[in-house]
């Protein structure tokens, strides 16, 4: 009887942790969740009152706003490579889905290439309900709190310890005189391997990672959209890096940018194998290091435009850093200059104003057949990168040019300036490009891609449990 009630048990351990496998390494090696741009009918941001061009142009001016807040990351002169002495607040461009706790709480929150730390809205008040409502801790029983000695609680600048140490109390700010003040804690975090945030699909399992260390925020002064933001920078305490920690993926992401034509499309975040960039013609460059942690930054030793070439006097690399929370792209003007005036001699038609009065170059194309010859006449341009094999990125029309007002089409590049003089790679530069980062190696690769289909449409209703 004895060893018929053990070998019971151990059937019942056997299952219990087969179980527990699938949920924490379910296929093996990655997943994929869906990006959602802002302006994305799925987006509750999204304004249906406000034209496509109109989007562009309020997404053109958030990111003058944006680079100058990423500006007050460095020292004196924008430099990636610079010393960091404050966290910055920034207008974002895309968002995803989290689940937290157990069970879990839906939520919706900004997604940041640009920063680090996972915060989310805590409270107590059960009445409050995401997205724009609150992570109540005390309905989870996977909820912890992170301690004043821990690692976690010394990576994260602006921190204080409770009388009793037992609390990691942060105060996070931002430059733009934001803050976000909360008490470092750890989470169990459900990812949905299923399009559309399927919880509970047939043959959709889910990926558990168990002591994620995340902000739970009890009070923010400034405006703060959606219900947190997730760092996936290069830090201790970005998604990324405890992702890579917690499970056999590595530190490896990717993202497939949908192209803004085609607002019903959602974007493509991957993680572990499900990050590597396997369509022909990728190329690969290093990822040079800033002391924040936070910026994924490349270098271009030049840009070419048919069978010109344009570089920087004396220096032989020029540092960009690759932004989701940017539209815009941003060069400084010994380099950007020269371009446009390239760009104008080889388009060869009539230019106009800006509507944002930041760009450079911009041209009516209201007419049929002015559109037309404008389309044809665009060349590629071309960017030298800092890698092995000397890797070179094309760059089509549809990543250099957007229609800031109806039938206005503009080069998406502005001058790096005083206020903002940070070299920047945006979200249109990197449309349709499925860019893979591997943190590890340091190394990030990049190809063109048709990222409208890079993620799939939700499962319908009938696919989902009883």
Known sequence: MAEAVSRAFLLIGVVLTAQLWRCTAYAGDGFSVEFIHRDSVKSPFHDPSITAPERMLAAARRSTARGAALTRSFPAGGSPDGAVSEVVGRPFEYLMYV???TPPTRMLALADTGSDLVWLRCSNDTTAQPPNGDFHPSNSSTFGRVGCDSAACRALAGTS???DGSSCKYDYKYAEGYNTIGVLSTETFTFEDAPGGCMGCRDRPQLQVANVNFGCTTSTFGVFGGDGIVGLGDGTLSLVSQIGAHTSFGRRFSYCLAPFSAPNASSALNFGSRAAVTESGAVTAVLFPSHEDAFHIIALE????????FALPNRNRYEVVLDTGSMLTYLVSALLDPMVEELKRRINLPTVVSPDHTLQLCYDVNDVNRRSLFEKNVPDITLQLIGPGAPELTLKAENMFAELQEG????????VTDQQ?????????QQNLHIGYDLDKGTVTLAAADCASSYQQSPSASEQLE
């Open 302 to 309: 030049d840009i070419k435009i048919g069978n010109a070439t």
């Open 421 to 429: 003089p940070l070299a920047i790679i945006g979200c249109i530069a």
């Open 99 to 101: 689940n937290v706790g």
């Open 408 to 415: 206005f089409m503009c080069l998406a590049v502005a001058p």
């Open 161 to 163: 310890c409770g009388t």
